[in-house]
């Protein structure tokens, strides 16, 4: 099958009013269609963005898997396991269904994918103009690359060339195990799509608030100048979960916290922080300067200890949220003796002219207590004072709060003057509540990223090289806490629902003074 057997049944002058409007007709197909990803994060999107009038007109969704489902089997599954959420208006879910169709595919057996070929084909109009095709690999990372092929063997993944035809790539994390697997993936995938064919999605990007982070810094004059080394003493950035590992055991033992979350989620976080100003709002100059940070991440030293810089738990039983909850070792699935740690705690340097010598504390966690994302930026105290001493009360340093997820919020403290005859110092915040300062409605961060897929934009997606420079830094750290024999007596336990392991608490200085 080649290349040309792609088209659509639009007749030619609805292709272009589609076109005009800036929504093309489309195909996306979901790979792994029975599985967690697809009922819990992509059919939610794609429904959500139907009923906002933000899907091509046609579209179709195409689940496939090794599951032999029919079509009404497959859309009335999803449509009851989004019920339970009551998240969802589901009155237009009929509607929506209409479109979701489900074919058998696996990728050991080239019929079926030459079979979901022609049935993309057939439903498309088989004229060979304007079909679109998004493949979603919703699925375990050791699927990407005989799906990869699969796809390319049956000629879904060629282009053509006067640019009203597409098919792109969508790969969730982890984008390898270290950097020769990721280096590999990258290879294959090459081998079948070019460059910009491929979506490497990181949900935590596509975030209104962390979005908000570089139009926050770079749009305001009295925030920007006070960005570096000179003003501010540290940044703590964290992403805590109350949740266990659920239903995960298999793969996160595997891969723990640190491949889990510090090699994509908190790279990304610590890239909207701190990265240069781009000099033009375009994906590929954002994209350079998120390269550029990751190269500038300090390697740890080889006459240092790793456990100096880096702080690993794992949660023992405890209470969440009035309920007890079971130690990480008796989840099911999880290995009695396991040293796969839930926590991390990190402190990275950034080697450039505007970080140098400033501390920055990554943390990510599971059972602790409480669900939050944000970053803190945490100021230098004043250098002299002259209320130190005289005045009472606190004299901390300024800190600006960049809240993510589940408070959407930017808050500044300070100090101010307590009401009365005698001069007292009292703490204040100014607040910005993000959910509530706009009159637009915001969508799903999935929902987000799969509009940018639609349209082409890499702006919020993962480019290889900052793939591999953040394995590059991470790597080395990697090998030193998994090899090293004092492993064991450096895994911290914590009780779930707990902020962490108390060796972690004590590494970040309580105020503007740090010790880096």
């Given at each position: 099958m ?6 659509t049944?639009?007749?030619s002058?609805h292709?272009?009013r589609?076109r ?6 489309l195909?996306i ?8 990803l ?8 794609l429904y959500?963005?139907?009923s906002?009038?933000s899907l091509?007109t046609?579209?179709r969704?195409?689940?496939t898997g090794r599951?032999?489902l029919g079509?009404?089997e ?5 449509r ?5 959420a009551g998240?969802h208006d ?9 479109a ?10 080239p019929g079926q994918?030459d ?8 439903m498309n ?5 304007g ?8 699925l375990p ?5 005989p799906?990869?092929?699969a796809i390319a063997d049956c ?6 060339g ?5 098919s792109r790539l ?7 195990r270290?950097?020769r ?5 990258n290879r294959r ?8 064919q491929?979506f490497?999605i990181?949900?935590?990007?596509a ?5 908000n982070?570089l ?14 080394r000179?003003h501010i003493?540290?940044?703590?950035i964290i992403?805590?979960e109350?949740?266990?590992v659920?239903?995960?055991a298999?793969?996160?033992?595997e891969?723990?916290?640190l491949?889990d979350?510090?090699?994509n989620?908190m790279?990304q976080?610590?890239?909207v922080?701190a990265?240069e ?7 590929e ?9 990751f190269r500038?991440?300090q390697p740890?030293p080889?006459?240092?200890d790793?456990f100096?810089?880096?702080t690993l738990g794992?949660?023992g039983?405890g209470e969440?949220?009035g309920?007890?909850v079971?130690?990480?070792r008796d989840?099911p699935?999880v ?11 990190m402190?990275?340097?950034i080697?450039?002219w505007?970080?140098q ?6 943390t ?5 207590d409480?669900?939050v994302s944000?970053a ?5 105290e004043v250098p002299?004072?002259?209320?130190r001493?005289i005045a009472?009360?606190s004299?901390?340093a ?18 101010t003057?307590?009401?009365g005859?005698?001069?007292r ?8 509540d993000?959910s509530t300062?706009?009159e ?5 961060a999935?929902?987000?990223?799969l509009l ?6 890499h702006?919020?997606f ?5 793939i591999?420079e953040s394995?590059?830094?991470l790597?080395?750290v990697l ?14 336990l ?6 962490g392991?108390q060796r972690?608490?004590e ?5 503007g003074?740090?010790?880096?």
């Amino acid at each position: 099958m080649n290349r040309d057997e792609f088209g659509t049944c639009l007749d030619s002058d609805h292709l272009v009013r589609t076109r005009e409007s800036g929504l093309e007709p489309l195909t996306i197909i979901i790979y792994g269609a029975t599985g967690d990803l697809t009922w819990r994060k992509l059919i939610p999107a794609l429904y959500e963005l139907y009923s906002l009038g933000s899907l091509p007109t046609p579209f179709r969704i195409v689940g496939t898997g090794r599951s032999e489902l029919g079509d009404d089997e497959w859309r009335d599954g999803l449509r009851e396991k989004m019920r339970p959420a009551g998240e969802h208006d589901l009155s237009s879910w009929d509607d929506f269904a209409a479109a979701l169709t489900y074919v058998q595919a696996d990728p050991s057996d080239p019929g079926q994918f030459d079979n979901l070929a022609r049935t993309v084909r057939e439903m498309n109009g088989g004229t060979g103009a304007g079909a679109n095709l998004l493949h979603y690999l919703a699925l375990p990372p050791s699927m990407y690359e005989p799906v990869a092929d699969a796809i390319a063997d049956c000629g879904m993944a060629m282009e053509h060339g006067d640019g009203v035809g597409w098919s792109r790539l969508v790969v969730e994390k982890p984008f390898g195990r270290d950097l020769r697997s990721a280096q590999r993936l990258n290879r294959r995938l090459l081998a079948d799509f070019n460059e910009h064919q491929i979506f490497r999605i990181d949900h935590y990007l596509a975030k209104e608030t962390v979005q908000n982070v570089l139009a926050f810094r770079l749009a305001n004059t009295i925030f920007e100048p006070l960005w570096n080394r000179h003003h501010i003493d540290h940044v703590s950035i964290i992403a805590a979960e109350t949740l266990g590992v659920e239903q995960r055991a298999g793969y996160y033992e595997e891969a723990g916290v640190l491949r889990d979350m510090m090699q994509n989620h908190m790279m990304q976080l610590l890239a909207v922080t701190a990265i240069e100003p781009p000099a033009r709002w375009q994906s590929e100059r954002v994209r350079d300067e998120r390269a550029k940070l990751f190269r500038s991440l300090q390697p740890l030293p080889d006459d240092v200890d790793v456990f100096d810089t880096i702080t690993l738990g794992q949660y023992g039983e405890g209470e969440v949220d009035g309920r007890r909850v079971p130690a990480y070792r008796d989840e099911p699935g999880v290995a009695p003796d396991s040293l796969t740690p839930t926590y991390a705690r990190m402190k990275v340097f950034i080697d450039n002219w505007r970080w140098q010598g400033v501390p920055f504390y990554l943390t990510s966690g599971k059972r602790l207590d409480r669900k939050v994302s944000e970053a803190v930026i945490q100021f230098k105290e004043v250098p002299n004072s002259m209320f130190r001493g005289i005045a009472g009360g606190s004299m901390a340093a300024n800190s600006l709060t960049l809240g993510f997820q589940p408070e959407e919020i930017i808050s500044v403290d300070f100090l101010t003057k307590a009401p009365g005859p005698r001069l007292r110092l009292r703490p204040a915040s100014l607040s910005f509540d993000y959910s509530t300062g706009g009159e637009a409605s915001r969508i799903d961060a999935y929902a987000k990223v799969l509009l940018d897929c639609m349209a082409g934009d890499h702006m919020l997606f993962w480019r290889q090289d900052g793939i591999e420079e953040s394995w590059r830094f991470l790597e080395p750290v990697l090998s030193r806490c998994e090899t090293c024999a004092e492993r064991r007596d450096n895994l911290h336990l914590y009780p779930a629902g707990s902020p962490g392991p108390q060796r972690a608490l004590e590494m970040i200085p309580a105020t503007g003074t740090s010790s880096a």
